[in-house]
């Protein structure tokens, strides 16, 4: 059984730019959440999916967005990149939906926006 | 709201000690609580998880957590600190508000000292 996979590990954005990360699940996991860790700071959660569907949205503007596939891959996409968007960015995946399930985290990814 | 507190931005012990992280919880509902550990570049990692079964809940590498309602605690310790405990350490609860999410204290560095 392989872990959470994330890419890419880090990247560099100017301002005003779009950007799209990837994050594969564990299999036969139908949940995956986003979670953006500012410098210092706890993840605060950005939104998740169930079954390619958004299941629940934290204090994220709507140019944050992300998508679901059937193969357990899923995408977090940040359009109009601010200078407060540079963060760690966490996918994690869990079976389901329940609230004692655990959530399984990716290494995640570097963004910094200059 | 739901919500967790970390107490302690920073706690330091000899290699051996004691270790005692604190964390205390505000929630309407009986909470599902977690410990998660966080190497440095790395994602988060499940300690150990309280789902309103024991009270004292044991993790992975010696670590375990206490539940206590009258307090609204649920503090981890380990009685031995070992070089590799040094990291960094997230208490979290789950609410429902639409779906389940993770909220997350501010987050506790653990340095051990030789």
């Known amino acids: 059984e392989t872990g959470v996979t994330q890419s890419p590990t880090h990247l560099i954005k100017t301002r005003g730019q779009q950007v799209t990360l990837r994050c594969s699940s564990q299999?036969?996991?139908?949940?995956v959440s986003w979670y953006q860790q500012a410098l210092g700071q706890g993840p605060q959660f950005i939104f998740q999916?169930?079954?390619?569907?958004?299941?629940g949205r934290g204090n994220f503007p709507p140019r944050f967005s992300g998508l679901q596939f059937p193969n357990y891959s899923s995408e977090l996409n940040v359009n109009a990149l601010e200078l407060d968007d540079s963060a760690l960015y966490l996918c994690?995946?869990?079976?389901?939906?329940?609230?004692?399930?655990?959530?399984?985290f990716g290494p995640g990814t570097r963004l910094t926006v200059l | 709201a739901q919500s967790v507190t970390q107490l302690g931005s920073h706690v330091s012990v000899s290699e051996g000690a004691l270790v005692l992280l604190r964390c205390n919880y505000s929630?309407?509902?009986?909470?599902?609580l977690f410990w998660y550990v966080q190497y440095p570049n790395q994602g988060l990692q499940l300690l150990l998880k309280?789902?309103?079964?024991?009270?004292l809940v044991k993790g992975i590498n010696g670590f375990e957590a206490e539940f206590k309602k009258s307090e609204t605690s649920f503090h981890l310790t380990k009685p031995s600190a070992h070089m590799s405990d040094a990291a960094e350490y997230f208490c979290?609860?789950?609410?429902?508000?639409?779906?389940?999410?993770?909220?997350f204290g501010t987050g506790t560095r653990l340095k051990v000292l030789a």
């Open positions: 309280y789902t309103s079964a024991a009270t």
């Open positions: 929630s309407s509902v009986p909470p599902y």
């Open positions: 979290a609860v789950t609410v429902i508000e639409g779906t389940y999410k993770y909220i």
């Open positions: 994690a995946s869990s079976f389901g939906r329940a609230r004692t399930d655990t959530q399984y």
């Open positions: 299999s036969g996991h139908n949940t």
């Open positions: 999916y169930y079954r390619e569907e958004e299941n």
